[in-house]
Nanobody, 119 residues
């Protein structure tokens, strides 16, 4: 069973930066595309904001393009999200998962990491 452990979230001022990390377990990491997803306060769904294929190609949602950078380490089985020029609209709980997600049952995802952008 795939497992994901996210970390790195914090309270940050608008314009600031954060780097999120995700450790993964239980599957062949290097063979799967990965994604960072976020769920806004009060939202029911988790939207993908960044993707990275097993070969390193990256894709971004329009809302974060040019500000967020996804990367992966196939030796450590980890995926990262560098977040720059943060705005209050980026406030959300951030999750990592495979792309597409290992399951659509949110109860099986990691705990996520809270990012709050506020002055």
């Amino acid at each position: 069973q795939a497992q994901f452990v996210e970390s790195g979230g914090a309270l940050v001022q608008p314009g600031g930066s954060l780097r999120l990390s995700c450790a993964t377990f239980g599957y062949e990491f290097r063979l799967r595309s990965m994604g960072w997803y976020r769920q806004i306060p009060g939202g029911a769904y988790r939207e993908v904001v960044a993707r990275i294929t097993e070969t390193g190609r990256t894709f971004y949602a329009e809302a974060v393009k040019g500000r967020f950078t996804i990367s992966r380490d196939n030796v450590k089985n980890m995926v990262f999200l560098q977040m720059d020029s943060l705005s209050p609209e980026d406030t959300a709980v951030y999750y990592c998962n495979t792309d597409p997600p290992w399951t659509i049952d949110y109860n099986t995802w990691g705990q996520g990491t809270q990012v709050t952008v506020s002055s």
